[in-house]
C-alpha cells in the first residue's frame, strides 16, 4: 500500500508544476534600443518576441550603412513597444548573411515569427523603412 501512497504524491507533484504558471524567459529586447546580433545569438534572439523585428544588415566599410544607422536608432525609438530593431554586422557573420543570400549592403530584413517576411535593400531613408516596418504591425 506504500507504493500507492508513493504513487499519489508523484501525481501531486506533477499536477501542482502543471498548474503553476512558467516562469517568464528572460528577453534580449529592450524597447527602443538596436539589439546586435550574431551569428551565434541570431536565431535565439529572434525566437525570443512576437513583434516583428527589423534587421539592419551591415558593414562598417559602407557609407550608406553608416548614413543609416541614425535612422534605425531613431525608429527603434519611435516604435518602441510595436516592432524591434537590430544589426548585424555582415563582415563579422558571414553565415547569417549568407543564409539570407545578403549580397548587398545595406540591406534590411523584416523577421516576424522568426522568419524572414519583407525586405529592402539601400539607402531608403527613414520613409523607405518606416514603410517596411509597418506592414508588419
Not at 63 to 76: E, F, R, S, T
Not at 120 to 131: E, I, K, N
Request: proline share 6%; hydrophobic share 40%; glycine share 8%.
Amino acid at each position: 500500500m506504500s507504493s500507492d501512497s508513493e504513487l499519489e504524491r508523484i501525481k501531486q507533484e506533477m499536477l501542482k508544476r502543471m498548474m503553476t504558471p512558467d516562469a517568464p524567459k528572460p528577453s534580449f529586447w529592450r524597447d527602443g534600443q538596436v539589439m546586435t546580433l550574431t551569428d551565434a545569438n541570431f536565431h535565439t534572439v529572434l525566437g525570443q518576441t512576437d513583434k516583428p523585428v527589423l534587421v539592419d544588415f551591415w558593414a562598417e566599410w559602407c557609407g550608406p550603412c553608416k548614413m543609416m544607422g541614425p535612422i534605425v536608432n531613431q525608429m527603434a525609438v519611435e516604435y518602441a513597444g510595436s516592432a524591434h530593431f537590430a544589426k548585424l554586422n555582415t563582415d563579422q557573420n558571414r553565415g547569417t548573411a549568407s543564409q539570407f543570400k545578403v549580397m548587398s549592403i545595406p540591406n534590411f530584413i523584416v523577421f516576424k515569427d522568426g522568419k524572414p517576411v519583407g525586405q529592402t535593400l539601400g539607402a531608403v531613408g527613414r520613409q523607405g523603412l518606416a514603410s517596411l516596418i509597418e506592414r508588419y504591425l
